[in-house]
């Protein structure tokens, strides 16, 4: 991975950048890693979610699958185009393009962790208030995850709604 790409992905991943807004309701080599199948250890992801959910008595989340093909998109255009963001390039939030998808959503939230492999992903999640609160909303009832390698790392999507 080229150097200007590491250093802007560890700034947004210190930088805790997520979004938790209420928004109004919307209408081989190494394959990557499709959270609509489970891939690159999206269930390992899901399950440490829910433990943590369920050990605070708070409803477990649903992997939805719509919502991991969106994360999914992001990420790989993320990897695609070399940035780290909640917004694309082309300026759309993790919100217009769950619209695009023609996702309904009345609350919604993004996470973006980019590390060495999913589990150190997930688990600096867990280290950021910010995240976390998306991780343990519980206005929450649905997840899309998405776990992309690129260069020997891996991008980590979290797409949240209610």
């Keep these: 991975m080229n150097e200007r790409f590491r250093r802007f992905g560890a700034l947004a991943l210190v930088a805790a950048v997520t979004l938790g807004l209420a ?6 080599s190494k394959k990557l890693g ?14 440490t979610i829910n433990a943590e959910r369920r050990a605070r008595h708070i409803r477990l989340l649903r992997l939805d699958r719509a919502l991991c093909r969106i994360a999914r998109e992001h990420a790989l255009d993320m990897a695609q ?14 919100f217009d393009r769950m619209r695009a ?15 060495v492999n999913t ?3 997930s688990e600096a999640l867990w280290l950021s208030k910010e995240h976390r609160s998306n991780l343990l909303g519980p206005h929450y009832a649905n997840v899309g995850i998405a776990a992309v390698p690129i260069d020997g790392e891996i991008i980590v999507v979290e797409d949240f709604s209610d």
Excluded: I, K, Q, W
């Design 34 to 47: 499709d959270g609509t199948r489970n891939g690159a250890g999206v269930s390992e992801v899901l399950a």
């Design 23 to 28: 928004t109004p309701a919307g209408a081989g």
């Design 119 to 121: 589990r150190s992903a």
């Design 101 to 115: 998808h023609h996702y309904r959503f009345g609350y919604a939230g993004e996470n973006l962790a980019l590390d």
């Design 81 to 94: 185009h070399r940035y780290f963001a909640h917004y694309s390039l082309d300026g759309r939030s993790p």
